[in-house]
Structures are given as structure tokens and as C-alpha cells.
């Protein structure tokens, strides 16, 4: 069964509808799939009336923003209900957030010369939500940075020009919304915090304490290495195992919906139990 439970539309800050991930998706091959938008369930409408029509199973998933220890960090969720209240207070606190941090940021980009970053952004983000990726296709755009890795590193982190700190809820209040909607949380991308492997640990043992479900085992970029060492981390914790790809559709990207590495048998899936799967 070919699965893949993290991908964007540009609901949030991929490149592709809904309904053309969901389309591609299918002619990846996948059986499953989840669309997983930072901070929004806004794209699962459109996704789903096209997986209906194409006939994949479609997973309702979000990948929301958290606070652990002072740091961001992304919760997956899946198997959500998003018609849940709780869950769609807190999206809409982070979509506001959003807003104003994006306003901060274009003040920040403004004092080191780049004028009208706003208004620029604003025209490439196609559903309203603004994500630093936006920022960084702006300033790549505008021929001040030559690609997203450089406007990173120049522009969108720490005390940089366009970096302002985050202000998400606190991972165990996100965790909480995810289960107020009957989803499974999942720490997405364990190994791409900039954290030593004794503090990944140390954040699996707080999110474990504070109800997460599951673990991405398996990424896109995944090495085979990397899956052992995060298998081994869920084990330990007692969480379950996830996988998916992050596919945002940038042209630069070059990983593919549903081509994920395999993870051992003896882990056990965050989706073992789903009754939609039997
Ligand atoms: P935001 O949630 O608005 O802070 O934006 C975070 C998004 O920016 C992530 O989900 C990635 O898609 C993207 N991103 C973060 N760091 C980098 C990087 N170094 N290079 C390219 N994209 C990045
Ligand atoms: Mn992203
Ligand atoms: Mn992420
Ligand atoms: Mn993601």
C-alpha cells in the first residue's frame, strides 16, 4: 500500500490546488493520502470532493505551527474533524498571528531596503495565507536573493532583517486541539530542528508526556540511517510511526508525493487502527 500523510496546496505554501495534488497523488500511485496545510484545513473541501470523484482515500490532516522550549516546531494532525471548534479557535489565532507577524516581517524588509514587501508577498500567497516560503519567493523574485536557502540564511531567521520570533501556541495546547477534533498527533520532521539528537529526545519525551500520538519516521529526505535512529526514538517512546513526504510542488524540490523509503515491519503505523483502511 503506497501511503503518504504530509503535503501541501497553496492554501498554505505549496505551489499546486487541492485538487491537483489530490490528482497527482493518484497518478503517483498512492492509496492514501493526507493534505496536511500549515495552519489551515481551508484546501480539504476542494480535495476531497476531487478524491471522491478519482476515487483516492483522502486523510484530513493539518501540520500546525507550535512553541516547545522556546523553539517552532510542526504537530501534524490527522484524522481530523474540521468541522471541530476547538480546533478551528486555535487555526484561526495562528491565522492572525500570521498576519500580523507577516506585517512585522515587511517592516523588518522595508529598513534593510526592500520596499512594498507586503503588497509584493501578498500578490504571490493565492488563498490570503502568508508563510515565510511566500517571502522568500518574493525576494527571489525581486532578484535580491538567488534561491530559498540563501533568503533563509540572509533574511527570514533569527535577527535577520525578516525574522521575528514565533508566537504559536504551546505544543501541548496543540496537541490538545488535534484531539479535540479525533485526530492523531504526529511530530512532523524530527531530525530538521536544528537540534542535537539529545534534544529531539528531549522534546519526544515532552510531546509523548503531553499526548502525541506518532512520529514521522519516514520524510522525503529521509536517509536510510535517519529512519533507523527515528524507528528506534519511536520505540522507545512508545509512539507510533508516520510517513510522509512534505511535498510542497516548488520547482527546485525534486521528491515525489508517494516515494517514500519503506521503514522497517516491526514498526507500528499510525494508521494500523484506521477503520476507513480495513
Ligand atoms: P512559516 O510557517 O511561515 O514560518 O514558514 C515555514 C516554511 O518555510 C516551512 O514549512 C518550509 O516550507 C519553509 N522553510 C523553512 N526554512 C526553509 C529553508 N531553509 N529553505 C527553504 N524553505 C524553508
Ligand atoms: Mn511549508
Ligand atoms: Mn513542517
Ligand atoms: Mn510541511
Not at 30 to 49: N, P, R, S, W, Y
Not at 115 to 124: D, L, N, V
Amino acid at each position: 500500500m503506497k501511503i503518504d500523510l504530509h503535503n501541501h496546496s497553496y492554501y498554505s505554501d505549496g505551489v499546486l490546488s487541492p485538487s491537483e495534488v489530490v490528482r497527482l497523488a493518484k497518478n503517483e500511485g498512492c492509496d492514501v493520502f493526507a493534505l496536511t496545510d500549515h495552519d489551515t484545513t481551508d484546501g480539504l473541501i476542494e480535495a476531497q470532493k476531487q478524491a471522491d470523484a478519482i476515487g483516492l482515500k483522502l486523510i484530513h490532516g493539518v501540520e500546525i505551527s507550535a512553541m516547545w522550549s522556546n523553539m517552532t516546531i510542526h504537530i501534524v494532525g490527522l484524522g481530523i474533524d474540521i468541522d471541530n471548534k476547538t480546533l478551528q479557535a486555535g487555526l484561526q489565532q495562528h491565522q492572525e498571528f500570521r498576519q500580523l507577524r507577516a506585517e512585522k516581517m515587511a517592516r523588518g524588509l522595508g529598513g534593510a531596503g526592500v520596499f512594498g514587501a507586503m503588497e509584493k508577498t501578498q500578490a504571490i500567497a493565492q488563498k490570503g495565507m502568508i508563510t515565510r516560503t511566500h517571502f522568500a519567493q518574493m525576494l527571489v523574485q525581486e532578484d535580491v536573493c538567488k534561491d530559498m536557502k540563501s533568503v533563509f540564511k540572509r533574511f527570514l531567521t533569527g535577527k535577520k532583517p525578516g525574522g521575528v520570533g514565533g508566537k504559536w501556541a504551546e505544543y501541548d495546547e496543540v496537541i490538545s486541539w488535534i484531539h479535540a477534533a479525533g485526530g492523531q498527533a504526529v511530530l512532523a520532521h524530527p531530525l530538521r530542528y536544528r537540534m542535537t539528537n539529545t534534544k529531539v529526545k528531549r522534546l519526544l519525551n515532552h510531546l509523548s508526556g503531553a499526548g502525541l500520538d506518532a512520529v514521522e519516521v519516514v520524510t522525503g529526505s529521509s536517509s536510510t540511517d535517519e529512519i533507523t535512529l527515528v524507528s528506534q526514538w519511536a520505540s522507545e517512546f512508545g509512539l507510533l510511526s508516520s510517513v510522509g513526504s512534505d511535498y510542497h510542488g516548488w520547482p527546485n524540490q525534486r521528491l515525489r508525493i508517494g516515494h517514500l523509503q519503506d521503514m522497517s515491519k516491526a514498526n507500528k503505523t499510525v494508521w494500523q487502527d484506521w477503520s476507513c483502511l480495513n
